[in-house]
C-alpha cells in the first residue's frame, strides 16, 4: 500500500492538479420507494488528468481517482463509502494502454449487523483513447479479480465519453460498465448457486457552467444487478451542483 501511494503522488506531482467537487441529492425513494428507504445527499470528489507526454519510457497515461460518500445513515449520517483509483501506462508507440484499477467501499446498515464490505477489487486491462468528432471516449477492456471467499474471475468493459457543447459552456460526461460475477460466493447466502450473473452500471451526466468553477446539473444513476439480484433495472436521477478546485 505504501508503494502504490509513493507511485500516486509522483504521478500527480507531474501536473497540476484538476478536481472537482460534487454534491448530489438522489430521488431514488421518490422514485422506487419499495426499493429504497429515503433519498439522500451524495458528496463526490474526482480528481482526472490526461498526461502522455511522449518523451518517457514509461508513458503515463490519464489518471483517476473518485470517491463517494452517500449519507444514508441514521441523522444523514454518511452510511456508504466508495473510492476507485486507476492508472493508465504504456512503453511502446501505439497509444494503447496498460490500465490497472482499484475500487473498495463499505456500507453501514440499521440494524448494524447487517453492515457490509464493499470488497477490494482488483483490476488490469487495455484501454484505448479516441475521438469521434468533438466528443472524447475511452474503451477499456479489463481482467478483474474479486476475492470472495470463493474468488470471482471475469471481465469488465468500461466505456468514458465527454463532449463540450456551446464552447463549453455546456458538458455531457460519464461512462458505463458491463461484467459479470459468479453467483456463488462462497458463503452460506449464496451456497448452492452456481454459473454467472450480469451486471451494469452507468453514470451519464449533464452539467450547465455557470462560470469556470460553478456549474450545476444532474447525474442518471442507472443500475442492473448491482443493489439487487432482482432482474430489474433501476434508474435514479440526481439534482447536482459542482465545484471545480
Known sequence: MK???????????????SQSLQLHYDFRHTIAPKRNPKN????????YKQLDTGK????????????????????????????????????WRPKFFI????????????????????????SAGISYPFKIGQAYLSSILFYR?????KPSNDFLYTMYFYHGLFNYKAEIAGDFSIWTEN????????KGQSGK??????????WYNINKKFSVGSKVNMFYHVNTIDNVLEIYPTAAIRWKL
Open 99 to 122: 490500465d490497472l484499477q482499484y475500487s473498495g467501499g463499505l456500507g453501514i446498515t440499521t440494524p448494524r449487523q447487517y453492515s457490509y464490505y464493499i470488497l477490494n477489487t482488483y
Open 145 to 149: 479479480y474479486v476475492p470472495y471467499s
Open 40 to 47: 439522500f445527499p451524495t458528496l463526490y470528489f474526482e480528481y
Open 56 to 91: 518517457l519510457f514509461i508513458k503515463p497515461g490519464s489518471f483517476l481517482l473518485k470517491t463517494q460518500a452517500d449519507f444514508t445513515g441514521d441523522q444523514d449520517n454518511i452510511g456508504k463509502y466508495y473510492m476507485q483509483v486507476s492508472q493508465e501506462f504504456r512503453f
Open 3 to 17: 508503494f502504490l501511494i509513493v507511485i500516486l503522488l509522483s504521478l500527480l506531482s507531474l501536473c497540476a492538479f
Open 197 to 206: 450473473r450480469f451486471f451494469f452500471f452507468a453514470e451519464p451526466q449533464a
Open 183 to 190: 453467483r456463488n460466493h462462497g458463503d452460506d447466502a449464496t
